[in-house]
């Protein structure tokens, strides 16, 4: 191409442009209405990172075993149930930003220089990253996986990808943001501010309405009102909801329950306990929530031994517990709880929920319930409890 068709074209491109942004105008746009979403979601998206990364150190225990706790007992169920609200709540508020701004990528040309071009594809990874993120999170919730990755990995990955794409976006704009702030902008024609108040209302009803429509799933007198989200903690076998059936993870009721034994293997020492004598050893009963990943929570009333003592007996003081499950395949067969869990005088090895021995679904002949925990770490169908060191022992 020689020069003059390269100048023809740019004057093509520049006029094409023109009469787009001419199209997307509207009076409503401008910092003031990017600033003002723009912070709401900061807000949202801050929440969802702090509690999305200590749910991947609840998962994670090796990587920072002194950052999770398992008091008070409610700490998961709040901190998981706020990522689901927060995260819900982003994406009225994401797409409401997006048309905000997006008449920017009609703008011609496209790039002015380098550091221009360097904040435009941090902007793009951002966005990109963020649709993605609220996306898959809420499919995840639905538990279902259409995705050749693993969610977990994925969303987690994709959570650093935003925090830094997120903090570069943030520097880039301080100015504007600042001088926002300090409340020296512009002053508006009164048709703008009007036109802005519209879509901060619009914006601002949507973001409600999701707040309301998942967060309510947790409170029982309003519970009708949790129309986005998929499961209602209360239905479900013994009046708890239940994530996988036993049907579901492939675990059958051992032909004969009185040939099931639970094995607690401390080194070399390996004791077998039946039913019949756990059930004979001094019983606990505690209020623990089960608190799902993807956002519900349920208080239930379970009975059984406690770890600390059943570990006692097998002859262990301290130390973190391999949780192994009679189910043979799965990501959740298998746990690590950590001492800090392991030892704690609410943690059980339940044998009963609500008074009745439990349901196969709800993990009999016995499941572990710990104080503080991801509910999809609260094995069901325990078949082995192995102490590795790692704490004193
Ligand atoms: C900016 C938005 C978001 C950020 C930064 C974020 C971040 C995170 C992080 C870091 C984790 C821990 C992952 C791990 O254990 O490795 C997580 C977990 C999770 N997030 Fe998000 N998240 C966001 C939005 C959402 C949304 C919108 C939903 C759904 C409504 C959602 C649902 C979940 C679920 C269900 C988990 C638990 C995954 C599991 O353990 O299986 N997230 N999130
Ligand atoms: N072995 C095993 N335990 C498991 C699961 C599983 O798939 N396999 N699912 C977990 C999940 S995701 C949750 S939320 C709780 C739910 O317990 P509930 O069905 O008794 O309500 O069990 C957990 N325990
Ligand atoms: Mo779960």
Same mark, same amino acid.
């Given at each position: 191409? +020689?020069?003059?068709s #390269?100048?023809?074209? *740019?004057?093509i491109?520049?006029?094409?442009?023109?009469?787009?942004?001419?199209?997307?105008?509207?009076?409503?746009?401008? #910092?003031?209405? /990017?600033?003002?979403?723009?912070?709401w979601?900061?807000?949202?998206?801050?929440?969802?990172?702090?509690?999305g990364?200590?749910?991947?150190?609840?998962?994670?225990?090796? #990587?920072?075993?002194?950052?999770?706790?398992? =008091?008070?007992a409610?700490?998961?169920?709040?901190?998981?149930?706020?990522?689901?609200?927060?995260?819900?709540?982003?994406?009225?508020?994401?797409? *409401?930003?997006?048309?905000?701004?997006?008449?920017?990528?009609?703008?011609?040309p496209?790039?002015?220089?380098?550091?221009?071009?360097?904040?435009?594809?941090?902007?793009?990874?951002?966005?990109?990253? /963020?649709?993605?993120e609220?996306?898959?999170?809420?499919?995840?919730?639905?538990?279902?996986?259409?995705?050749?990755?693993p969610?977990?990995?994925?969303?987690?990955?994709?959570?650093?990808?935003?925090? %830094?794409?997120?903090?570069?976006?943030?520097?880039?704009?301080?100015?504007?943001?600042?001088?926002?702030?300090?409340?020296?902008r512009?002053?508006?024609?009164?048709?703008?501010?009007?036109a802005?108040?519209?879509?901060?209302?619009?914006?601002?009803?949507?973001?409600?309405?999701?707040?309301?429509?998942?967060?309510? &799933?947790?409170?029982?007198?309003?519970?009708?009102?949790?129309?986005?989200?998929?499961?209602r903690?209360?239905? %479900?076998?013994?009046?708890?909801?239940?994530? =996988? #059936?036993a &049907?579901?993870?492939?675990?059958?009721?051992?032909?004969d329950?009185? +040939?099931?034994?639970?094995?607690v293997?401390?080194? &070399?020492?390996?004791?077998?306990?039946?039913?019949?004598?756990l059930?004979?050893?001094?019983?606990?009963?505690?209020?623990?929530?089960?608190?799902?990943?993807?956002?519900?929570?349920?208080?239930?009333?379970?009975?059984?031994?406690?770890?600390a003592?059943?570990?006692?007996?097998? *002859?262990?003081?301290?130390?973190?517990?391999?949780?192994e499950?009679? &189910?043979?395949?799965?990501?959740?067969?298998?746990?690590?709880?950590?001492?800090?869990?392991?030892? +704690?005088?609410?943690?059980?090895?339940?044998?009963?929920?609500?008074?009745?021995?439990?349901s196969? +679904?709800? *993990?009999?002949?016995?499941?572990?319930?710990?104080?503080?925990?991801?509910?999809?770490?609260?094995?069901?169908?325990?078949?082995?409890l192995?102490v590795?060191?790692? %704490?004193?022992?």
């Amino acid at each position: 191409m +020689d020069r003059e068709s #390269t100048r023809a074209g *740019g004057r093509i491109a520049a006029a094409v442009s023109a009469k787009l942004l001419d199209a997307a105008h509207s009076p409503a746009r401008g #910092t003031r209405l /990017s600033v003002v979403i723009g912070r709401w979601l900061a807000l949202t998206f801050a929440v969802c990172l702090v509690t999305g990364f200590y749910s991947h150190l609840l998962q994670d225990p090796s #990587t920072w075993p002194g950052v999770t706790f398992s =008091r008070p007992a409610w700490l998961y169920a709040v901190t998981q149930s706020v990522h689901i609200v927060a995260g819900t709540v982003s994406i009225p508020l994401l797409l *409401g930003k997006l048309w905000a701004v997006y008449p920017e990528l009609l703008r011609w040309p496209p790039v002015t220089s380098v550091l221009h071009g360097l904040e435009r594809v941090s902007i793009a990874v951002l966005v990109s990253a /963020s649709l993605v993120e609220v996306t898959i999170g809420v499919i995840n919730t639905f538990q279902w996986y259409p995705w050749p990755f693993p969610f977990r990995e994925t969303h987690f990955a994709l959570a650093w990808v935003i925090l %830094g794409s997120l903090l570069i976006h943030v520097a880039v704009k301080y100015p504007k943001i600042a001088a926002h702030w300090r409340g020296s902008r512009a002053a508006s024609a009164p048709e703008a501010g009007r036109a802005r108040r519209r879509v901060l209302a619009l914006v601002g009803t949507a973001a409600v309405a999701a707040f309301v429509g998942t967060a309510s &799933e947790n409170v029982p007198a309003v519970r009708a009102l949790a129309v986005f989200t998929p499961r209602r903690p209360g239905r %479900g076998s013994q009046g708890l909801a239940v994530n =996988r #059936t036993a &049907e579901a993870a492939g675990v059958a009721l051992p032909a004969d329950a009185a +040939d099931w034994r639970l094995r607690v293997v401390v080194g &070399e020492r390996v004791s077998e306990f039946s039913l019949a004598e756990l059930a004979a050893r001094p019983q606990a009963e505690r209020s623990l929530p089960i608190a799902c990943v993807e956002g519900w929570v349920q208080d239930a009333a379970w009975g059984g031994v406690p770890l600390a003592a059943l570990l006692e007996a097998a *002859g262990a003081s301290a130390g973190d517990v391999v949780v192994e499950s009679l &189910e043979r395949a799965g990501n959740y067969r298998m746990t690590i709880l950590p001492e800090r869990f392991a030892w +704690d005088p609410l943690t059980l090895v339940a044998l009963r929920l609500g008074g009745e021995p439990l349901s196969l +679904d709800h *993990g009999f002949p016995a499941r572990l319930i710990a104080p503080g925990r991801p509910g999809v770490l609260q094995t069901k169908w325990l078949a082995e409890l192995r102490v590795i060191t790692g %704490g004193k022992a």
